[in-house]
């Protein structure tokens, strides 16, 4: 019973990653979902077909390249670390170029965010009164405490600070993303190929401006299954103890990354079923203490700085109803009905609450009696976030104002901007299709610590589905498939290798007949 528990869960995680993963690959061969610049304020995703031919002819160039490459044992060549440290300074430095030449200011929520921490940093708590930012965003309040604390060392509102900090986070993310893909798949081409792919995603330097933590959180999040790897291999309680602080600060900065929380308690259920190991429970208590620890922790801080108790929020329910209704925008993204009845009913949680629970039943109602309309709703709810290649890195700069180089005014509104949306597209093909293909080429090897990242890409893919739609909100979930893809794609040279090697055989061998028959 124990063995087909343990052998139904990670069966059940690669099929459908497997069925995921092709599904995104060959919606993203031959479609994507856009911006066009103009209507970017009013985050409008659009669709197009996709030229085939020069999309497979791409990825047929890169793995020619490859092919090459190993070949001539070009990766065994190249010292890693050396490679390691250039990339990471590369995305560093590339970070903090693009915070002093692209001349962004934040709006929306950022501006928000950001002015809610400036006052406390002045220890105004306005934003803390009854039916304000903070009793409706109370999950924005690990992000706010980061910018407070820079904003009280450098003085006044200082959204540099906090970029500076992300360009750092940016290199920590492109380090980890290594470290995790040599502790996996212990292959130096794919350490070699997830730093590149690492250095030329260039979404990750993009998002560098955007005050949100996104990369930060990031960061953090993918230091904690480091170290929980580490824990599972040498069992000390201590590394679980320190991932529970980290995926704690990840949360803390954004609620999202709860899902890797989530995949890291299951991993750890796994293995506790597998080795019948008591230590791996108690790592899963390890875990949940320190991240809630952390959040209540500070939530306890501001209650007592600014004498005001921070309420729940609005309510979940409020943004599943949202996820399954249409707008302006697209299918499941933002229209503003959980913000709108949330103030409407006096930011009463059970009146809320109530209100969204007769929405999610009518809108459920009409998925049963049209489920066309359904299966085209979702279709598009899921194509408008992981088919949006650029992860909408180019509209989160799209508040800017200043005296521009003519290559930054091109990113913003000229060729550049085109060339630059193209190459991402090309770059999300590649990245889909050489996951895919990992997955598929070694189903039945994987084990179900390197099946972690495609946990974590599941749990992104169930809860944007019911969730509020955004292809922003997918970023960290592309990130996280860098290591799977330099895997695929190594073992794409690696079978390319070995037909062209079988097919030298078997010339070899004719030859040798032939000239015997003479």
């Keep these: 019973m124990r063995n087909r528990i343990l052998r139904g869960t990670r069966g059940m995680i690669l099929w459908l990653s497997v069925a995921f993963l092709f ?39 890169i793995l020619a390249v490859l092919f090459f490459l190993s070949k001539k044992k070009i990766f065994e060549k190249i010292p890693v670390r050396i490679l390691a440290a250039a990339a990471v300074l590369f995305v560093v430095a590339a970070s903090v170029l693009w915070v002093n030449v692209s001349y962004t200011y934040p709006e929306a929520d950022q501006k ?22 903070m009793q409706i965003y109370p999950n924005q309040l690990g992000l706010s405490a980061i910018l407070e604390f820079l904003y009280r060392i450098t003085g006044g509102e200082n959204w540099n600070a906090f970029r500076y900090l992300t360009a750092l986070a940016n290199g920590a993310v492109v380090y980890l993303l290594y470290k995790i893909t040599e502790r996996q798949f212990h292959s130096k081409m794919a350490d070699c190929l997830v730093l590149l792919g690492s250095a030329f995603c260039v979404q990750i330097v993009f998002y560098t401006t955007f005050l ?19 824990f599972l291999e040498k069992g000390k309680l201590l590394y679980a103890l320190l991932s529970g602080i980290l995926i704690g600060i990840s949360i803390l900065v954004k609620n999202n990354y709860s899902i890797f929380l989530v995949a890291m308690v299951l991993l750890l259920l796994w293995k506790a079923l ?25 939530t306890a801080f501001y209650e007592h700085r600014s004498g005001m108790e921070i309420g729940s929020g609005m309510p979940k329910a409020l943004w599943v109803a949202m996820g399954m209704q249409e707008g302006e925008r697209a299918e499941g993204w933002y229209n503003e009905f959980n913000y709108n009845t949330f103030l409407e009913t006096g930011c009463d949680p059970e009146k ?31 194509v408008s976030q992981w088919n949006e290649p650029t992860c909408e890195a180019l509209w989160v700069n799209q508040f800017h104002s200043g005296d521009f180089s003519w290559i930054v005014q091109s990113i913003y ?4 901007y085109t060339v630059l949306e193209e190459y991402m597209n090309l770059f999300q093909s590649l990245v889909y299709a050489a996951v895919f293909f990992a997955l ?72 040798g007949k032939h000239a015997e028959g003479q």
């Design 212 to 230: 949100y933590g996104i990369m930060l959180g990031l960061a953090f999040a993918l230091a904690a299954f480091y170290l929980l790897a580490v």
């Design 413 to 416: 509104d000229g060729k550049l």
């Design 440 to 511: 598929w080429k070694r189903r039945k090897e994987w084990t179900m610590e390197q099946l972690f990242l495609p946990l974590v890409i599941l749990g992104g893919f169930f809860f944007h589905t019911i969730w509020e739609a955004k292809s922003q909100y997918i970023f960290p979930y592309f990130v996280c498939l860098l290591p799977w893809a330099a895997a695929g794609l190594k073992e794409a040279a690696d079978s390319l290798l070995e037909l062209a090697c079988k097919r030298s055989f078997g010339r070899r061998k004719g030859h």
């Design 352 to 382: 809320s609450s109530a209100i969204a629970g007769e929405a999610i039943a009518e809108s459920l109602e009409k998925f049963r009696e049209d489920p066309a309309y359904a299966a085209g709703f979702y279709y598009k709810k899921t």
């Design 112 to 133: 928000a965010v950001s002015w809610v921490a400036y006052l406390m940093s002045q220890n105004n708590f306005l934003f803390f009164e009854p039916e304000k930012y």
């Design 23 to 61: 599904f995104l690959t060959a919606v993203s061969l031959v479609s994507t979902a856009y911006f066009n610049q103009s209507d970017f304020y009013g985050e409008h995703p659009r669709y197009r077909m996709d030229f085939l031919p020069f999309n497979l002819l791409f990825i047929a160039l």
């Design 274 to 298: 597998e080795k019948k190991k008591g230590i791996f429970l108690i790592g899963i208590l390890l875990l949940l203490l320190a991240s809630s620890g952390l959040s209540r922790g500070l």
